[in-house]
């Protein structure tokens, strides 16, 4: 593992715990800090109190989807460099994930998949 690796902060957002519990687990088991939350909203409140160094959100979530928090992450100033790793099972087929988020994944995912994707998404952030 990198030092990139070791202090990085991940908030990751999906509103499936066992599918949130199980990707939370095993970013840690790689050295990342992970913070979790089940929707939108919550992210949108966490991201007040500490910054991350990537978000990772599901796209289908309530009160606030992966859409919506990506908006608000980047209409804000403070917050809008921040790296977004979107993430679906059923992404609506005129939704281009492009448009939103800095990589996509299809769920489920490989962890080897996600993690190449983390490790990308970092890399560039720190360039």
């Not at 690796?5 to 999906?14: S, Y």
């Not at 939350?37 to 989807?65: F, K």
Request: charged content about 25%.
């Amino acid at each position: 593992m990198d030092d990139v690796t070791n202090k990085a902060h991940v908030l990751l957002v999906d509103d499936e715990p066992g599918v949130r519990d199980s990707i939370a687990l095993l970013l840690e088991l790689e050295g990342y800090r992970v913070t979790q939350a089940p929707d939108g909203q919550e992210a949108w409140e966490l991201l007040g109190q500490a910054r991350p160094d990537l978000v990772i959100s599901d796209y289908m979530m309530p009160r606030l989807n992966g859409r919506q928090l990506a908006e608000r992450l980047r209409s804000d100033p403070t917050l809008e460099d921040i790296p977004i790793l979107l993430m679906s099972g059923a992404l609506p087929p005129a939704v281009d994930p492009a448009a939103i988020a800095d990589g996509f994944l299809q769920k489920p995912a490989s962890f080897a998949h996600l993690n190449q994707m983390v490790e990308l998404l970092l890399s560039r952030a720190a360039d």
